[in-house]
Protein backbone atom coordinates (compact mmCIF):
# COMPACT_ATOMS: atom_id res chain seq x y z
CA UNK A 1 0.00 0.00 0.00
CA UNK A 2 0.92 3.72 -0.35
CA UNK A 3 3.25 4.64 2.63
CA UNK A 4 4.05 8.39 3.51
CA UNK A 5 7.59 8.76 5.81
CA UNK A 6 7.72 12.26 8.00
CA UNK A 7 10.72 12.85 9.95
CA UNK A 8 11.69 13.92 12.00
CA UNK A 9 8.91 12.43 14.24
CA UNK A 10 9.98 14.51 17.37
CA UNK A 11 11.67 18.28 17.44
CA UNK A 12 12.47 20.76 20.11
CA UNK A 13 14.26 23.97 18.97
CA UNK A 14 15.04 26.92 20.08
CA UNK A 15 13.04 30.39 19.82
CA UNK A 16 14.43 32.16 16.56
CA UNK A 17 16.31 29.16 14.67
CA UNK A 18 14.49 27.41 11.58
CA UNK A 19 13.38 23.66 11.76
CA UNK A 20 12.90 21.75 8.28
CA UNK A 21 10.04 18.30 8.71
CA UNK A 22 10.44 16.16 5.22
CA UNK A 23 7.59 14.00 3.89
CA UNK A 24 8.40 11.71 1.67
CA UNK A 25 5.95 9.15 -0.51
CA UNK A 26 7.84 5.83 -0.58
CA UNK A 27 6.69 3.18 -2.87
CA UNK A 28 4.23 6.26 -4.72
CA UNK A 29 4.86 9.54 -6.75
CA UNK A 30 2.89 12.42 -4.91
CA UNK A 31 1.63 14.54 -7.34
CA UNK A 32 0.54 16.57 -4.59
CA UNK A 33 1.26 17.24 -0.95
CA UNK A 34 -0.82 19.02 1.61
CA UNK A 35 0.70 19.83 4.93
CA UNK A 36 -1.57 19.87 8.10
CA UNK A 37 -1.25 21.68 11.55
CA UNK A 38 -2.83 19.96 14.59
CA UNK A 39 -3.59 21.84 17.96
CA UNK A 40 -4.27 19.07 20.96
CA UNK A 41 -7.35 17.79 21.02
CA UNK A 42 -8.31 19.08 18.03
CA UNK A 43 -8.90 18.34 13.97
CA UNK A 44 -6.70 19.29 11.60
CA UNK A 45 -6.34 22.60 9.60
CA UNK A 46 -5.00 22.97 6.31
CA UNK A 47 -1.83 25.28 5.90
CA UNK A 48 -0.86 24.55 2.29
CA UNK A 49 -1.06 22.63 -0.82
CA UNK A 50 1.41 21.72 -2.93
CA UNK A 51 2.15 20.18 -6.40
CA UNK A 52 5.45 18.98 -7.51
CA UNK A 53 7.61 22.01 -9.15
CA UNK A 54 5.06 24.57 -8.66
CA UNK A 55 4.54 27.41 -5.61
CA UNK A 56 2.25 26.06 -2.43
CA UNK A 57 -0.80 27.31 -2.15
CA UNK A 58 -1.44 28.49 1.32
CA UNK A 59 -4.48 28.48 2.59
CA UNK A 60 -6.07 32.16 4.29
CA UNK A 61 -4.31 33.07 7.59
CA UNK A 62 -1.04 30.97 7.59
CA UNK A 63 2.09 32.98 6.27
CA UNK A 64 3.98 31.72 3.67
CA UNK A 65 7.42 33.57 5.18
CA UNK A 66 7.02 31.59 8.31
CA UNK A 67 5.94 27.76 7.02
CA UNK A 68 7.96 27.41 3.79
CA UNK A 69 6.98 24.41 1.65
CA UNK A 70 8.74 22.73 -0.90
CA UNK A 71 7.86 19.90 -3.13
CA UNK A 72 10.94 19.66 -5.19
CA UNK A 73 10.39 16.39 -6.63
CA UNK A 74 7.42 13.85 -7.33
CA UNK A 75 8.56 11.81 -3.35
CA UNK A 76 9.28 14.99 -1.60
CA UNK A 77 7.99 18.11 0.21
CA UNK A 78 9.34 19.78 2.83
CA UNK A 79 8.28 22.12 5.24
CA UNK A 80 10.23 24.65 6.74
CA UNK A 81 9.15 26.62 10.11
CA UNK A 82 11.37 29.64 10.25
CA UNK A 83 12.15 31.91 13.03
CA UNK A 84 10.47 29.32 15.23
CA UNK A 85 8.36 30.70 18.14
CA UNK A 86 6.87 29.19 21.05
CA UNK A 87 3.04 29.94 19.27
CA UNK A 88 4.43 27.59 16.58
CA UNK A 89 4.53 24.57 18.84
CA UNK A 90 2.20 21.83 17.25
CA UNK A 91 1.57 18.75 15.55
CA UNK A 92 2.41 19.05 12.09
CA UNK A 93 1.42 16.07 9.44
CA UNK A 94 1.93 15.77 5.91
CA UNK A 95 -0.29 13.94 3.61
CA UNK A 96 -0.04 12.98 -0.01
CA UNK A 97 -2.05 12.04 -2.83
CA UNK A 98 -0.88 10.17 -5.90
CA UNK A 99 -2.03 10.53 -9.50
CA UNK A 100 -5.06 8.63 -9.33
CA UNK A 101 -7.21 10.85 -8.17
CA UNK A 102 -8.89 11.98 -5.11
CA UNK A 103 -11.18 9.47 -5.00
CA UNK A 104 -8.64 6.81 -4.70
CA UNK A 105 -7.64 8.44 -0.82
CA UNK A 106 -4.75 10.37 1.06
CA UNK A 107 -1.86 8.80 2.35
CA UNK A 108 -0.66 10.48 5.98
CA UNK A 109 2.66 10.76 7.36
CA UNK A 110 2.88 9.72 10.95
CA UNK A 111 3.64 13.66 11.99
CA UNK A 112 6.02 15.86 13.45
CA UNK A 113 5.97 16.86 17.23
CA UNK A 114 7.49 20.69 17.22
CA UNK A 115 8.47 21.92 20.63
CA UNK A 116 9.95 25.72 20.00
CA UNK A 117 11.52 26.73 23.84
CA UNK B 1 -21.50 26.64 4.06
CA UNK B 2 -19.52 23.79 3.68
CA UNK B 3 -19.35 21.70 6.85
CA UNK B 4 -18.57 18.11 8.10
CA UNK B 5 -19.72 17.42 11.46
CA UNK B 6 -19.03 14.88 13.90
CA UNK B 7 -21.62 15.43 16.90
CA UNK B 8 -20.00 13.03 19.28
CA UNK B 9 -16.96 14.79 20.64
CA UNK B 10 -16.29 11.23 23.18
CA UNK B 11 -17.94 8.05 23.26
CA UNK B 12 -17.13 5.63 25.24
CA UNK B 13 -17.77 1.87 24.45
CA UNK B 14 -17.46 -0.96 26.43
CA UNK B 15 -15.24 -4.19 24.85
CA UNK B 16 -17.14 -6.56 22.34
CA UNK B 17 -20.09 -3.92 22.88
CA UNK B 18 -21.13 -2.05 18.96
CA UNK B 19 -20.04 1.15 18.00
CA UNK B 20 -21.49 3.79 15.68
CA UNK B 21 -19.77 7.21 14.61
CA UNK B 22 -21.81 9.66 13.35
CA UNK B 23 -20.53 11.80 10.24
CA UNK B 24 -22.53 14.31 8.57
CA UNK B 25 -22.03 16.85 5.61
CA UNK B 26 -23.46 19.53 4.34
CA UNK B 27 -22.64 19.98 0.48
CA UNK B 28 -24.41 21.01 -2.43
CA UNK B 29 -23.23 17.30 -4.30
CA UNK B 30 -22.18 14.12 -2.56
CA UNK B 31 -18.52 14.33 -2.04
CA UNK B 32 -15.89 11.95 -1.72
CA UNK B 33 -15.92 10.42 1.81
CA UNK B 34 -13.52 9.20 4.31
CA UNK B 35 -12.74 7.99 7.25
CA UNK B 36 -9.76 7.94 9.07
CA UNK B 37 -8.12 6.82 12.64
CA UNK B 38 -5.30 8.40 14.84
CA UNK B 39 -3.54 6.98 17.31
CA UNK B 40 -1.87 9.56 20.02
CA UNK B 41 0.82 11.37 18.51
CA UNK B 42 0.36 9.14 15.66
CA UNK B 43 -0.42 10.17 11.69
CA UNK B 44 -3.63 9.21 10.06
CA UNK B 45 -4.80 5.96 9.01
CA UNK B 46 -7.57 5.69 6.37
CA UNK B 47 -10.07 3.17 7.07
CA UNK B 48 -12.28 3.11 4.43
CA UNK B 49 -13.78 5.28 1.59
CA UNK B 50 -16.97 5.84 -0.79
CA UNK B 51 -17.32 7.69 -3.87
CA UNK B 52 -19.83 5.68 -5.74
CA UNK B 53 -21.23 2.44 -5.98
CA UNK B 54 -22.36 0.41 -3.14
CA UNK B 55 -23.39 2.37 -0.16
CA UNK B 56 -22.09 0.67 2.77
CA UNK B 57 -18.43 0.21 2.64
CA UNK B 58 -16.07 -2.12 4.28
CA UNK B 59 -13.32 -1.25 5.64
CA UNK B 60 -9.74 -2.09 7.86
CA UNK B 61 -10.31 -3.51 11.14
CA UNK B 62 -13.86 -4.73 10.80
CA UNK B 63 -15.06 -1.24 10.26
CA UNK B 64 -18.12 -0.58 7.89
CA UNK B 65 -19.89 2.75 6.66
CA UNK B 66 -23.02 3.28 5.04
CA UNK B 67 -23.27 6.30 2.96
CA UNK B 68 -27.17 7.85 3.17
CA UNK B 69 -27.40 10.43 0.75
CA UNK B 70 -30.96 11.85 1.90
CA UNK B 71 -29.48 12.01 5.29
CA UNK B 72 -26.17 13.69 4.39
CA UNK B 73 -24.57 10.79 6.35
CA UNK B 74 -22.02 8.98 6.27
CA UNK B 75 -21.63 6.88 9.56
CA UNK B 76 -19.07 4.44 10.89
CA UNK B 77 -19.97 1.32 12.77
CA UNK B 78 -18.36 -1.79 14.15
CA UNK B 79 -20.36 -4.71 15.39
CA UNK B 80 -17.99 -5.57 18.46
CA UNK B 81 -15.13 -3.29 19.40
CA UNK B 82 -11.70 -4.07 20.66
CA UNK B 83 -9.73 -2.52 23.49
CA UNK B 84 -7.20 -1.33 20.42
CA UNK B 85 -9.80 0.73 18.50
CA UNK B 86 -9.40 3.67 21.69
CA UNK B 87 -8.18 6.26 18.91
CA UNK B 88 -9.70 9.61 17.44
CA UNK B 89 -11.59 9.14 14.32
CA UNK B 90 -11.90 11.88 11.91
CA UNK B 91 -14.94 11.92 9.31
CA UNK B 92 -13.92 13.72 6.27
CA UNK B 93 -14.62 15.08 2.51
CA UNK B 94 -13.63 16.39 -0.35
CA UNK B 95 -15.57 17.99 -3.04
CA UNK B 96 -15.77 17.73 -6.61
CA UNK B 97 -14.63 21.52 -7.32
CA UNK B 98 -11.79 20.80 -4.04
CA UNK B 99 -8.36 19.24 -3.85
CA UNK B 100 -7.56 18.31 -0.39
CA UNK B 101 -9.11 17.01 2.45
CA UNK B 102 -11.28 18.70 4.80
CA UNK B 103 -12.24 17.01 8.36
CA UNK B 104 -14.83 16.95 11.08
CA UNK B 105 -14.08 17.48 14.32
CA UNK B 106 -13.18 14.59 15.49
CA UNK B 107 -14.43 11.73 17.83
CA UNK B 108 -12.52 10.16 21.00
CA UNK B 109 -13.45 6.52 21.68
CA UNK B 110 -12.68 5.16 25.02
CA UNK B 111 -13.03 1.19 24.96
CA UNK B 112 -13.70 0.30 29.37
CA UNK B 113 -13.09 -3.98 29.77
Known amino acids: GAVVSQHPSRVICKSGTSVKIECRSL??????MFWYRQFPKKSLMLMAT?????????EQGVEKDKFLINHASLTLSTLTVTSAHPEDSSFYIC?????????????FGSGTRLTVV | AQSVTQPDIHITVSEGASLELRCNYS??????LFWYVQSPGQGLQLLLK??????LVQGIKGFEAEFKRSQSSFNLRKPSVHWSDAAEYFC???????????FGTGTRLTVIP
Open chain 1, 95 to 107: SARGDRGKGYGYT
Open chain 1, 27 to 32: DFQATT
Open chain 1, 50 to 58: SNEGSKATY
Open chain 2, 27 to 32: YGATPY
Open chain 2, 50 to 55: YFSGDT
Open chain 2, 92 to 102: AVVTAGANNLF
